[in-house]
């Protein structure tokens, strides 16, 4: 490797993690807990038992799943202009990654209330709690201990496929590298530096899932 | 009366599992279900909290009625009122397992009496030195035994004071060295005047507790009365084989 090349690496690497720590991170957590919402609330739908309300559940999560991640940004971000929505890039991502978080989340949140024994139900019903008492207090606790692995993984995931919003011009860290691929023209040097910075970012987050998994496989185990 | 049942039907799909079953109890007796496996004990006591919905007949239970048609739906508002004027200790006890022991006992206290905390603590730490567990209130269920765990059962169906205490088969999950500490809580609850009903195969423990019997096979009441007549001098064929070989294997 050349002195040159170590000094880029050297002079990229504050404003790669910077870009991670300002504006990867930030738009994985916030569109995580939007996902998050727009999972739970789907799975409840999808398990309500009103037809109208579990088919629009299954309806979205057919349509976010059966299609690329990275067309849907662009329809939202490129296509949406064309009928007056035109969003600030940071905006048509959290939308886009939202989205999907909250179509694959559905999915783990009403594999999770679905592996709840019945058992539990009927001990809440025979103490005379109503359905969504139970749901409450009883099931979604118990559930969401259970799809706390599932869950932490796709954040992981996440983490990852913000990258794909570079895409739409939004200047995450992959953005960043891009540009400075653009004035240096060292790509392996810096993708190779944009990817170590990923790795470093999921295998602190692997190592806190551990330990998540561990704490909550402690209390809960028979 | 505390409970009367009429004409009650309830079939899954073409299997007709209660064929119509009558059952009256007074205020404060102990009436024992026994029978052979898979003769509709269990749906009977599942029907009488509304676990299942029969197809026919009538359900009165303290101050509710309830008639059942087939294709006629009774309000939610209705079973809740119902289910509340009952207590369901299960086979399998179905401890809700992210919640302390008085915790599990507390639950609906607070969200069906709607009772203050303090008030629920105050309560169900009663109900638990009752039933011999007041210094394991803040063990979570996977850390009792079984005898223990199905105290914790029968503590937290008596929390919401229903006016029936209904039990399936409370120890057939129990190792056998756990099954006394358990029948003699429900013994405990029998002298106390309690209301009960109790699905269960230890027939000492029916002969003893038990003011009257019901012997179910095939979705019918095939013998009924005292204890002492029904254990002892059973009439039917039928009734006579179920109790032979019970108590061939109780030696
Ligand atoms: N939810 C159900 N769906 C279909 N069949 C059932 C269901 N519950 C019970 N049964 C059937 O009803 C019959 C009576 O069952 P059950 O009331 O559990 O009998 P017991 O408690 O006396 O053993 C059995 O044949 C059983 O298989
Ligand atoms: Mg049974």
């Keep these: ?222 | 009366m505390m409970i009367e049942i009429r004409n009650l039907h309830k079939s899954f799909g073409a299997l007709e599992v209660l064929k119509g079953i009558d059952v009256s109890l007074d205020k404060g007796k102990v009436l024992v279900i026994i029978g052979p496996s898979g003769s509709g004990k269990t749906t009977l006591l599942r029907c009488m909290n509304l676990l299942e919905t029969p197809d026919q007949g009538t359900i009165k239970l303290s101050d509710r009625s309830l008639d059942f048609q087939k294709g006629r739906k009774v309000s939610s508002k209705e079973v809740t009122e119902l289910r509340k004027r009952t207590g369901m200790v299960f086979q399998s006890y179905n401890l809700f397992p992210h919640k302390t022991v008085i915790e599990n006992v507390m639950e609906a206290q607070i969200t069906v009496q709607k009772k203050s905390k303090e008030d629920a603590r105050k309560s169900s730490q009663e109900l638990l030195a009752k039933v011999g567990l007041g210094d394991r209130g803040n063990s979570y269920p996977h850390q009792l035994s079984g005898g223990q765990q199905q105290r914790v059962g029968i503590a937290r169906a008596m929390a919401v004071e229903p006016d029936v205490l209904l039990f399936d088969e409370p120890t057939s999950a129990l190792d056998p060295e756990l099954v006394s500490e358990v029948l003699k809580v429900i013994k405990q609850l029998a002298i106390e005047g309690r209301t009960m009903v109790i699905v269960t195969h230890e027939m000492k423990f029916a002969a003893d507790v038990a003011d009257h019997v019901l012997l179910m096979d095939g979705g019918y009441i095939i013998e009924q009365g005292h204890p002492k007549d029904v254990l002892n001098n059973p009439q039917s064929d039928r009734a006579k084989q179920f109790l032979n070989r019970l108590t061939g294997e109780d030696i």
């Design chain 1, 1 to 222: 490797m050349s002195d040159r090349e170590i000094q880029i690496i050297i002079d990229s690497f504050w404003p790669l993690l910077r870009a991670g720590l300002l504006y990867t991170l930030p738009l994985a957590i916030s569109s995580f807990i939007l996902g998050l919402i727009l999972a739970v609330l789907s799975a409840l739908a999808r398990i309500s038992g009103v037809p109208i309300l579990s088919a629009i559940s299954r309806f979205y999560v057919w349509i976010i799943r059966g299609t690329p991640l990275l067309v849907q940004l662009f329809i939202i971000f490129y296509g949406l202009p064309s009928v007056g929505i035109i969003l600030p890039e940071f905006i048509a991502a959290l939308i886009g990654f939202s989205l999907s978080v909250g179509a694959y989340g559905s999915e783990i949140v009403r594999a999770a209330i679905q592996s709840i024994s019945k058992g539990q139900w009927e001990a809440g019903y025979s103490l005379g709690m109503t359905r969504s008492q139970t749901l409450r207090r009883i099931i979604l606790p118990q559930a969401s201990r259970v799809s706390v692995p599932p869950l932490a993984n796709s954040f992981i995931g996440l983490v990852k496929d913000t990258s794909l919003a570079a895409s739409i011009t939004y200047i995450e860290m992959f953005r960043k590298s891009q540009e400075i691929v653009a004035r240096t023209y060292e790509p392996l040097v810096l993708y190779m530096e944009a990817a170590v910075i990923y790795l470093i970012f999921t295998s602190i987050l692997s190592f806190f899932q551990n330990k998540l998994e561990k704490r909550l496989g402690r209390s809960s185990a028979d």
